[in-house]
C-alpha cells in the first residue's frame, strides 16, 4: 500500500463515527465498512445514491461526448471519486456554499444544477450554466450555491476563507466548503488560507480528495508527508482526519460533523479523503502512469457505487428500487444529452458583455 | 474646507465609506492597531472595531483571496496590499481570479472590492519597495485602475472605487503621503474614469499620473516663464475606465502628446495611451508622440540615483522643449 | 533536413543544450516521467537521468526559486510553468527577483536561467488556461522574452535562451505545438533581438508573434491576391531585446504600420511598438499606426467565441484594407 | 508568557545538546545556560563575543547615523538579534551560503563582510557594497558567500532550496543557510520552499528568527500555532527544534548540527530560535505596540551579549581581554563611519549599468 498508518493521527470520533476513519489499510476499511452497523436513514440512502449514479452516469457522458469530439477543450472528470460530492452534496444544507475545481462536474451536480447544463457548458453550447464562456473548468451556479471552479491550483481556498469571513461578520449560519486535490497540498495558498482560517476561526470546510495522483506524478513522489492533509493539519492546530472517500456514508457523518462545527462556530476543519479516479487527469491523459492492477483493484474491491449498492441490499433496500434510480439517472443524462445537442453555440453579442458590471467591456469612454 | 494630507485623506476616505455602509470591511497587514505603515489608516480601528478593520498575517494570497470571497458573497472589502511591489505574490487573484469571475460566470459573480497600495519611488527603499506598477493592471481585462494625486481626489476616488461594483486597484502614491491640499467638508465622491485638465494650453498636452502631476505641472509652468511654451497638462486619475475623450479633444488642439510615466519604459500605460492618440487622432499631430519616463532599468536605492532615475521637472521641460523645438 | 513538430522541436531543442553542457537542467510539473502535458519534454528523462530533469510538486514559487538559486550559484536551469497563465501565482520572482538581482548587486549576481510557458490561446481553455501574457513579462526590465513561431526558431531560439547570461522568458504556443515545419540537422543556435522579415512587401508593415504570425501571412497573402495590397510581415520573435532597427527600417519603406496582437488590448507589445515608431519614425507614417489585438476581455471557452475573439485572418485583411484605404 | 511549553515537540538531542533547548520559559533557559557545563573553546568564544559586539557596534551606528539623516530610505536593525548572525556566522564553512532578509546587516556582517561596505550601503555612497543601488535591504557579497538579502518576505526561501539543489547536483560540499522571520511562516512561499527542500533532500538550514512581532503584530495574533515555524516542522516530516536565540553558543552548537547533517546528505533542517529587537521594526518604527516592560525585561535578563559576557568571565577570560574586543569593535566602526563619511555619492554612470549581462541596460538595438 502506499498509504499506511499514520503515527500523529488521532481519530476525532471515539465510538460510533469511529467506522469512517482510514483503518491500516484501504481494503480493510472497505471490509470494516461494510460489517458496520447502520445508521444513515433510508431516505438519506436512497438520495446517495440517486447522487452517485447521476455523477457517474453524467460524467461516464461527458467522456464519451468527448470521445465523439462534441466536448471542446479539456475536461476533467470525477469518475470514481463521487462519492466524496455525493456526500457533502447530502451533507450541506441549502444556503451553504461549495467552492470547486477544474475537476468540479460532480460537486456541481451534487448541489442540484441541471446535468443538461453542465455537459452543454463543456459542450460550448448556449444552454451550458456559462453558455460557454467559462468552460467545463469554471462551472458556476450561484443560485445553487456554487460559488465557482477555480482552475488555479490552490486559488479558491483563500476565497474559500473570504466567504466564510463574510458568514462571521453578518452572522450568518452558512458555511463554505473547498474542494481540492492532494497535489493542491503543496501550493502557497494552501498554507495562507490554513493559517488564516484558523487565526480567523472562520467557518469553512478544506476538504481534500487524495486521488493519490498530482496529474500524472505519484503524490508521494512530491510530497514530504504521507497525507498530504492530514499529516499537516496540526501545523495550523487542527485535528489530523483521514476518511474513505469511497464510502458515501463515512463522506456524508464526517461532513456533517465539520458541518455542524463550522455552524457551531468552531472554526474550520480539514478532511482529507481516499479516493481514486477512474479516468486521466483530463481529457488528453491516458494514465499509463500507473501500477498494472493499481485501476482494477480501485474499480473492483473500492467503487463507490459497488460498496453502496450492496450496503443497501444489506440493509434490505429492494433490488427493484436500486435499479428504478439507475434507470432513472440514465434517462436523465439521456435528455440532458439531447437537449445539449440541439443547443446552438452561444451567439456573438455575448462575447464582450459582462467584462464589467455595466454588462459591457467599455474600459474607455 | 480645510488642509488635509494625502495621508489622512485615505483614512477619511475609507471612514467616509465606512459609515455610509455597514459591508464596507478593511483588512491588511498592520492596519488596524498599528494604523499601517504609512500611518494612512490611523483611527480606523477605533472607530469601527475589529471585525471591521482587521490585521491579517503576511499571507497577501490569503488578504486578496479573502478580500475576493467576501466581496462576491456580499460585502465590499477593501483589502490593502502594503507595498505595491508585492502585487507580485499574489497577482493571480488580480490577474486570474477577481478580473475574470465576473465573464467566466456569465455575469453571475461580481466583485465590488477595492485593492489599495502604496506605490512609487522617491523614498529610497530599493527596487522592490518602489515600483510604479500601474500597468501590471492597466493590462489585466476586468480591473479598474486608479491613481490619485491629491487629498481630495484621495477621497473621491476612494469613494467612487468603494461604491463601483467591479474590482478596483487604487494606487496611492507613498512619496505624496505627505503633501497637502484643500478639501471641502462633507461627503466627497468623485467618478471613475474622468480625466482632470490641471492645466490649460495651447501648445503641447502632457498627461501625467500620481506623483508625475505635480512635476508635470511645475515643469509645464518652466516651460511658460522661460520658453514661452504654453502646455496642457492632463492628469490621467483613472487608467482604466480611461478618459480618452478628454485626452483626445486636447490634442486635437495642442497637436502634440507627451507622457510623463514613472513606471520603467516598456509597456508602461504611456505606451497604450501613444498609441491611441497616434490611431485616433493621427491627423491632428504635428510632431512625434514622445515619452519620458523612468529608464527600462530597476530602481536603486541612493538618493542621488533614484532621483536621476525618476522623470524629474528638469528632464520634462527640457525634452518637451527639444521636441517642439525641433 | 527533417519536418518536426514544434512540440518535438521543444525536446529537441532542450536535449542538444543539456547535452552540450552538464550545467543545463530542467524542473517542472510533470515534465520528467510523464514527458510533460504537451509531451513536448517526453525522452529528456530517459536521456539524461532523473538528477537533471525533475518533477516538482505544485509549487510555481518553489519552482522559479529553485531555479534561480541554482542560477546564481552556477547551473543553467530551464524551468517549465505549464501554462503562461500560472506566471500570475508565482509572478515575484519574474517581477522582483531574478530580474533585479543583477541590477540591485551592482553586477554580483547572475541568473541565467529560461523559464519555458505554454502560452495562448485556441484550445477552447478558458480564461484561466489561454491567455497570451507576453507583456506581463515585457514590462520588467532585466527579463529578456522571446517567442518563437516555427520549430526551428524554436530551437534555435532556446539555445540562445539557455546560453544567454541573463534570465529569459520562452513563451511556447500551445496551438502551435501540432504544427509542422523544415528544421536543418546538427546544431541550432538562434540569436536573441532579432526580428524577422518573413514576407516582403511595399504598402504596409505588418508586426507579428507566435501564432499570429501563420495568420499575418496568410491576411497578406490574401490581401495581395483580392486587393493587390502588398504587405511586409515581420515576425518580432524576441520582444526584449527587441529589433527595433528591422521594424524601424521596414516602416521607413512601407510608411503604414499594423500590430497583430493575440493579448488583449491595454499594455500589450504593439503599445509599445506604437509608441517607439510614432516618436522615431513620425514622419515616416503615411497613416494611423493601428492595433489588431483581442478585445479587452478574458478568453472564453466555447469554440466559436473563442474563434471569434482572437484575432482572424478576416479581421486582419479588413482592418488593413479599411485603414489603407481610408 | 507568550510562549510555554508544546508539547509536540522533541528535542533532537539527548545529554550534552540539551541545554541549548528551550526549556518551559526563556527565563529559565537563561539561567540554566548559565549553569551549564562549557564545551566551546576559547579560541571560538573570543570569535564570538567579537561578532557579538561588532554587530551590535555597526548596528548601533547605523541607528546614530539615520538621527543624523545620513542613512536614507528604511532600515532594519538586528540590536537583540545578534547571537543568532554571530552563531551561524561562526558555525558556517568558507563556501558556505547566506540568503538573508532585509534585516541582514547582522548577517552579512558576521560572513566577514567590511562594516564601511555595509554602513556606506545604507548610507548610499559610492562605498557600498552595492554602490548604492541596491540599499540596506539587499545587502549581497558574493564573495564572501552573502547571496543577497531579499525584501519580499518568504521570496528566499526557494532560493536557498535552488542553491542547495547545485550544491546536491554538483557533489559539491557547502549548505545554504537561509534565514527569515516568525512573520515569515505564514507565506506561501515557506510552504513551498519547506515541502521541497524535504522531498529533494536539499543540503538547506532554514533558520527563523522569532522575535514575537511580525512588523508590528505580536505573531501569536496571526499564527494558528505557538511556535511558528518548530510547530509545522512535522508538516514537512522534519524534527521540531527551539533553541534560544539569545545564547550564542545555543545558536552555534544548534547551527553545527544542522549543518553537519546537511553536509553529510541529511537533507534540510528547520530550526526556530526565540530571540528580541530592541529597536523597531524599521526606522519609522516607535514601537510602541510592546506591553510595559518587554523591552527592559529582555535587555536586562536576555541580553545576549550580557549573557555572553558574564560566561566568559566565569570561564576564566580577563576582564581586561574582554574590554578590549568591545574598544577593538567601536574603534572599527568609527573608523568605518569615516570611510562612509569620505565617500561620494555614486556616479551617474552607473545609474543604467548591470541591467543585463552586457553591463548595461539596452533592452533595444
Ligand atoms: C497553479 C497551477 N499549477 C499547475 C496547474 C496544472 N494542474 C492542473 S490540475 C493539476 C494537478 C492537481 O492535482 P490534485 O490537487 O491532486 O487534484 P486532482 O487533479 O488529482 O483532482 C495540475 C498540476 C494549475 N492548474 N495551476
Ligand atoms: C510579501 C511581503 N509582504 C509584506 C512585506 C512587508 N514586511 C516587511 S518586514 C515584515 C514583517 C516580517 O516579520 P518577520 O518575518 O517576523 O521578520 P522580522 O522583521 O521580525 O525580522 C513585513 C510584513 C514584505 N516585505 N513582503
Ligand atoms: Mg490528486
Ligand atoms: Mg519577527
Known sequence: MRFGPCPRRQPCYNSAGQAYFMAKTLTQTAVSLRATPDDVDVQLRLKLYRMLVEIREAEQRAYDLFLQNLVKGTSHLSLGQEAVAAGYGAAMEPGDLSFCTYRGHAHTLARGVPIEKVLGELMGRDIGLLRGKGGSMHLTSVEHGVMGSYAIIGAHLPIACGSAWRAQYKGAKDVSVCFFGDGTTNIGAFHEALNLAVVWKLPVVFVCENNLYMEYTPIGEVTSVEHPAADRASAYGLESIVVDGQDADAVYRSAKEALDKARAGGGPSLVEYMTYRYSGHSRADPAKYRPAGELDDWRENRDAIKIYRQRMLDNGIAETQIAEIEQDARRKVDEATEKCKASPAPPLEILCTDVYADGGWAWRN | ?326
Chains 1, 4 share one sequence.
Not at chain 2, 499574489?90 to 486570474?96: E, I, K, Q, R
Not at chain 2, 533614484?306 to 528632464?315: N, Q
Request: contains cysteine; charged residues 20%; hydrophobic residues 45%.
Open chain 2, 1 to 326: 474646507m480645510a488642509e488635509l494630507t494625502y495621508r489622512d485623506a485615505v483614512a477619511r476616505g475609507i471612514a467616509q465609506e465606512m459609515s455610509r455602509d455597514a459591508d464596507v470591511v478593511f483588512l491588511g497587514e498592520d492596519v488596524a492597531k498599528a494604523g499601517g505603515v504609512f500611518k494612512a489608516t490611523v483611527g480606523l480601528l477605533e472607530q469601527f472595531g475589529p471585525l471591521r478593520v482587521r490585521d491579517t498575517p503576511i499571507s497577501e494570497q490569503a488578504i486578496l483571496g479573502a478580500a475576493m470571497g467576501a466581496a462576491m458573497t456580499g460585502l465590499k472589502p477593501i483589502a490593502e496590499i502594503m507595498f505595491s511591489d508585492f502585487i507580485a505574490v499574489c497577482f493571480d487573484y488580480l490577474a486570474n481570479e477577481f478580473s475574470k469571475s465576473r465573464y467566466m460566470t456569465n455575469g453571475q459573480v461580481k466583485c465590488p472590492l477595492v485593492v489599495r497600495t502604496g506605490n512609487g519611488g522617491g523614498s529610497r527603499f530599493g527596487a522592490q519597495h518602489s515600483q510604479s506598477v500601474e500597468n501590471w493592471c492597466m493590462m489585466i481585462p476586468g480591473l479598474k485602475v486608479v491613481a490619485p494625486s491629491t487629498p481630495r481626489d484621495v477621497i473621491g476616488l476612494l469613494a467612487a472605487a468603494v461604491r463601483d461594483p467591479d474590482p478596483v486597484i487604487f494606487f496611492e502614491h507613498k512619496s505624496l503621503y505627505a503633501t497637502k491640499g484643500e478639501v471641502e467638508d462633507g461627503e466627497i465622491v468623485d467618478a471613475l474614469g474622468t480625466a482632470k485638465i490641471v492645466r490649460a494650453g495651447s501648445d503641447a498636452t502632457i498627461l501625467a499620473l500620481a506623483l508625475m502631476v505635480p512635476r508635470a505641472l511645475a515643469a509645464a509652468e518652466k516651460l511658460k516663464a522661460e520658453h514661452g511654451i504654453d502646455c496642457e497638462v492632463i492628469d490621467v486619475r483613472s487608467l482604466v475606465p480611461l478618459d480618452t475623450q478628454t485626452i483626445l479633444r486636447s490634442v486635437a488642439s495642442t497637436h502634440r502628446l507627451f507622457t510623463v510615466e514613472e513606471n520603467p519604459r516598456l509597456c508602461g500605460w504611456g505606451a497604450e495611451l501613444v498609441s491611441i492618440v497616434a490611431d485616433e487622432a493621427f491627423y491632428h499631430l504635428d510632431g512625434p508622440p514622445v515619452r519620458i519616463t523612468t529608464p527600462h532599468i530597476p530602481l536603486p536605492a541612493a538618493d542621488f540615483l533614484e532621483d536621476m532615475a525618476m522623470p524629474t521637472v528638469d528632464r520634462i521641460c527640457g525634452t518637451v522643449r527639444r521636441s517642439l523645438q525641433a
